[in-house]
């Protein structure tokens, strides 16, 4: 097996982990939230931000250098065609996913600080979850636009 197969494996394999982990994340945090239990969402906003640390994080990494790769011996160009719009999209999926990570970040703080009150969470908390929840919905369809476009590689 040459260097194009291990290097297309590890990109399947990480936009999988990348896709997965991040709709996984999604469901579980809107899911709890939508709960009101305190106590459950500082557990989840806390593994949340462990997650995305541990899978996400090195899934974006991979996904951008196997890409590369990927493109480069296969002769695509990146500034042109598909891979370009897999490109634009990626980006826009990173930078709905950079304040995404503060706001679970901060979420889990104020999670953190009312189960200490003892006190539910404040508007603070909720106006964060909803923006957290809208910048989700642009990297999820801009994920999903990148699978298609890797699959079906159209000519444009």
Known sequence: MNAYFWIKTLHVLSATVLFGTGLGIAFFK???DRSGHVPAIRVVAERVVLADWIFTTPAIVLQAVTGVALARIAGFPLS?????YAVGLYVVAGACWLPVVWLQMRMRDL???AERANVPLDG????YARLWFW???PAFAAVVVIFALMVWKPAL
């Open 30 to 32: 809107w899911a709890t």
């Open 135 to 137: 910048l989700g919905v």
């Open 111 to 113: 999670a953190r600080a």
């Open 80 to 84: 042109s065609g598909w891979v370009l």
């Open 124 to 127: 603070l908390y909720w106006r």
